[in-house]
Structures are given as C-alpha cells and as structure tokens.
C-alpha cells in the first residue's frame, strides 16, 4: 500500500491517482487528494505525519 500524503490513508496503488512530482509518483484515493497535491506539493512534502485522522475528500477508512 501507498500512502496518501493529503488525507494520511492507505491507498492501493492500482486504483490510486498518480501525480509525478520531482521524478516521484504519488498516490491518492480521490481527485480532490490529487489536486491538493498537484497545487502546493511541496507544502505536503514537508511534513511527515498527516495532521487529523479523518479525509479531507470524505471517503471512509
Ligand atoms: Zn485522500
């Protein structure tokens, strides 16, 4: 499993969005991650843990 870095859950790389960033691939478990992401990427590169456990998108553990 992958981590998605916006939302801090697991995502299964075969059904995840992709978005490359600094010849990285990425995961997330929605657009609304992926978007996030592709906005500000390094604001989410900086920090380790995610904070809160729950999605931003509203998709359920
Ligand atoms: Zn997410």
Known sequence: M?????CGMDVDPTVALTSQYNG???FFCSTACKEMFDKEP????KKDEPS?????CGCSF
């Open 2 to 6: 992958e981590k998605d870095l916006i």
């Open 52 to 56: 809160g456990g729950s999605c931003c």
């Open 24 to 26: 990285k691939t990425y």
């Open 42 to 45: 390094e604001k989410y590169l």
